[in-house]
């Protein structure tokens, strides 16, 4: 029953598809790279020859992955229009590894007694082993991946990953936009335009496409003219960058620097692994039948070889098959982009192509797909759980605003603990918002998954899932009163630190012990009219 048009290997859809998800991929190494390197003042020679290899690698090879996969499946159904699982860096774990993870540790070892070349290296081995220990969940998790999407209420799923979407790759990129105005808002409009309005673009030329084009015509004419002032910067010339993304055990090394950021490392694989699962029910429902275990061991196996390898990003499939398949895209996307991308990351281009292209001009893509996350997070929850959704994002906002007043550069690191140490009435004000935001994807995970139980009527649900809560507070995988979000076994903090803990954890358990004396109650609550 094949038929040759299904071993096809390019379509004019694939060629869109392919710029569509070569721009996506290119777009998220560029923040990373600019986070790290404009930020926080990494090196850049580790972020091109170390770190960009091995992600690269993990694209190559989970996009190679799925073109078989799509090949394989055209062939067994005998049909030609069957799209491959897209495949890329995932943005709000990659943008929350470089924002929430790598910066924040490179800072922390040099203030530790490292030099500048040492504190690279060592940021360089917890992202690898970070990468390594979300590779080993997703892979166990592969398994069991149902289980996980049962008991953990779809409004925490995607509230917690809404969260990170609207502020950290929404509005921080936003505020890298409103620095060079002249060229960001062009480049945002033209994609609020193409994108979230569905207008048509001259020649069928696509949105992202034209977005960065646009966008990086007007950096390179007005910037020389002096119309951008500051936020104009030369391009530096191409440079030969070659680097094969070899296996090393360095990151066994960075292991033990993992755990204080296990919090987020964490709740960063369980996101993929939920939203695998629903990529793939996504295809299935556009026609293509893949099996949901195999889009998983694929995604985790490329995140494991790409942390063996050097690389600190995270590859998940991306939601938008239907929209690739809608596009006329079959195989050839997928197969073209892991290549250009794969051979980017060993021979250079990728890292001349970030630095010639301004955050400036690529931010506008973050923005909208920040935009799609937060709508999807209500879009498939149903609209009674939407208030869960809303009360998710508090502890992101916590976390966003936390890491703005704890950059040095803002407030002076003596300065900052100063003010988190402040006692008048209660805790003091800088201590609740970082405390609030430290641990904030499992927080938002619990608060959503309670609330979507009172709205169920399960309070006793409710009350177990607080008292799952104060018990992750009393070791600091939330609400960790450590400054820097580490966890520690409580009954070694100082007392001032112990007393912290007990406030936040008791918290929880006053909560529970209330819901459950209202759980006593028979039937449940009147609704009220508003």
């Known amino acids: 029953m094949n038929n040759t048009s299904a071993r096809r290997w390019l379509t004019p859809g694939d060629l869109n598809g392919f710029l569509g998800l070569v721009v996506d991929n290119l777009s998220i190494m560029a923040f990373i790279a ?3 390197i404009g930020l926080f003042g990494f090196p850049a020679d580790i972020v ?12 190559l090879l989970g996009n190679l992955a799925y073109t078989a996969m799509a090949r394989r499946l055209a062939a067994r159904v005998g049909r030609d229009d069957v799209t491959a699982m897209p495949l890329g860096l995932d943005a709000p774990t990659s943008i929350g590894m470089a924002l929430l993870v790598l910066g924040p540790a490179f800072v922390h070892f040099k203030q530790g007694g490292m030099d500048e070349a040492a504190a690279a290296q060592a940021t360089w081995e917890l992202g690898m082993a970070s990468l390594v220990v979300m590779g080993v969940l997703k892979f166990v998790l592969s398994f069991f991946g149902g289980a996980v999407q049962r008991h953990v209420p779809r409004a925490g799923l995607l509230g917690s990953i809404a969260g990170i979407a609207l502020v ?35 020649f069928g030329v696509p949105g992202v496409l034209a977005a960065v084009a646009i966008g990086a015509a007007l950096y390179y004419v007005l910037g020389p003219l ?10 530096a010339g191409w440079t030969w960058r070659f680097a094969l993304p070899l296996p090393t055990l360095r990151w066994i090394d960075g292991i033990a620097y993992t755990v204080p950021y296990l919090p987020l490392i964490l709740p960063f694989g369980l996101l993929m692994v939920v939203g695998g699962i629903n990529v793939t029910e996504s295809a299935r429902a556009a026609g293509d039948e893949y099996r949901t275990r195999d889009i998983l061991l694929v995604e985790a196996l490329a995140t494991l070889v790409a942390g063996f390898c050097g690389g600190v990003a995270q590859t998940t499939p991306y939601i938008g ?34 630095e010639l292209v301004p955050l400036s001009v690529l931010a506008p893509i973050l923005v909208f797909v920040a935009i799609g996350i937060t709508v999807q997070a209500f879009e498939a929850t149903p609209m009674r759980y939407a208030a869960a959704v809303v009360f998710s994002f508090f502890p992101a906002i916590a976390r966003m605003v936390t890491i703005k007043l704890s950059d040095p550069t803002y407030v002076a690191p003596a300065h900052f603990a100063e003010l988190f140490g402040q006692h008048g009435h209660g805790v003091a004000e800088l201590a609740v918002i970082t405390i609030l935001g430290n641990g904030f994807i499992i927080t938002s995970m619990v608060w959503a998954s309670f609330v979507v139980a009172l709205i169920d009527g399960k309070t006793g649900r409710a009350a177990l899932i607080l008292l799952l809560g104060g018990a992750l507070t009393l070791f600091g995988l939330i609400h960790s009163v450590d400054p820097a979000g580490g966890v520690y076994l409580p009954w070694l903090l100082d007392a001032q630190a112990r007393a912290l803990v007990w406030q936040f954890a008791g918290a929880y358990g006053v909560l529970a012990v209330v819901l459950l004396l209202l759980s006593v109650q028979r039937g449940k609550p009147a609704a009220t009219s508003t």
């Open 226 to 235: 002096g119309w951008l002032g500051s936020g104009y910067h030369a391009p």
């Open 34 to 36: 600019t986070a790290l």
């Open 321 to 354: 098959q239907p929209s690739y398949k809608a596009m006329g895209a079959r195989s050839g996307y997928t197969l073209l982009t892991g290549i250009v991308i794969g051979l980017g990351g060993v021979f250079g281009y990728l890292s001349n192509l970030v």
């Open 48 to 59: 091109f020859l170390r770190m960009f290899p091995g992600t690269a690698l993990g694209v």
């Open 168 to 202: 950290l790759m929404g509005f921080l990129p936003l505020v890298e936009i409103m620095k060079v105005p002249l060229v960001g808002f062009a480049g945002l409009g033209v994609v609020l335009y193409a994108l979230v309005a569905k207008g048509r673009l001259p």
